[in-house]
């Protein structure tokens, strides 16, 4: 019978900041994770804290507490820890002790802006992304085009990678050729409301993301960050199936 301490060591990488719990399980698979000294295998349980635990012969560090941001992204900024030609990166609108620690969920363009997540919880990042849970992220889009583009744009377009559809496509004002409305995906290709839109005719003016699964923009000022709630952070892990991940 194990020890209350002991924990799937797959679930322990993945809280050290090794990936989600599949890549810490390819890990372990090519024997580069060791506990106490001996190369441990796949189903292998262990208690960090009396136990050594090593990856590639060096300790793994425990955070003491996970950290959940939101962060209201300008636009011009790169979601990017260095860029050769970009002076802007969205890691730089965080104090420095936070630099390093978090990391985007996801990405959003250069041009685009609004709700950013960002956390060193790597199996929740994972999920938060893995299209297998379609979360949903709503955009709110100033574009021009011809009428009715928006609900050709419902019905779906082919993109140079393939069908592409959004969820839901509601228009907030539509004034000649100016339409303003709320697109919401849980895909998470690459640009893909931009070329979504393109398809149909429409030059997107304004770009911003205002929503993430249950978390809002609201009001947060444009390059500023919060901290996210308890319960939001709960409301993230039971949309993605981790609610009661945590006790085992």
Do not use: W
């Not at 849970?133 to 100033?142: A, E, I, M, R």
């Not at 509601?170 to 979504?196: N, W």
């Amino acid at each position: 019978m194990q020890r209350p301490g002991y924990e799937r060591l797959q679930k322990i990488l993945a809280r050290a900041g090794f990936g989600s719990r599949r890549a810490a399980e390819e890990l372990i698979a090519a024997g580069r994770v060791a506990v106490d000294g001996q190369v441990a295998k796949l189903g292998d349980k262990a208690d960090p804290s009396t136990q050594r635990i090593e990856v590639d012969g060096r300790p793994i560090q425990l955070p003491q507490a996970y950290t959940y941001l939101a962060l209201n992204k300008p636009p011009g900024y790169l979601c990017s820890r260095r860029d050769r030609h970009h002076a802007k990166l969205v890691y730089e609108l965080l104090p420095a002790n936070l630099r390093d620690l978090v990391v985007t969920v996801g990405r959003l363009d250069l041009r685009s802006e609004g709700l950013l997540l960002l956390t060193d919880d790597g199996e929740l990042a994972h999920r938060l992304m893995h299209p297998r849970y379609g979360v949903l992220k709503v955009y709110h889009v100033v574009a021009q085009g011809p009428s009715r583009a928006e609900e050709k744009l419902e019905e779906g377009v082919m993109l140079e990678d393939g069908p592409a559809r959004p969820d839901s496509v509601v228009v907030k004002d539509r004034r000649g050729d100016a339409v303003s409305m709320y697109i919401t995906l849980s895909e998470g290709r690459k640009r893909e409301v931009r070329r979504m839109c393109a398809a149909v005719g429409l030059k997107v003016l304004r770009l911003r993301r205002v929503a993430f699964g249950p978390i809002r923009l609201g009001r947060l000022p444009a390059g500023k960050f919060r901290q996210l709630s308890a319960s939001e952070v709960a409301a993230l892990k039971r949309l993605v199936g981790l609610a009661d991940a945590d006790a085992g």
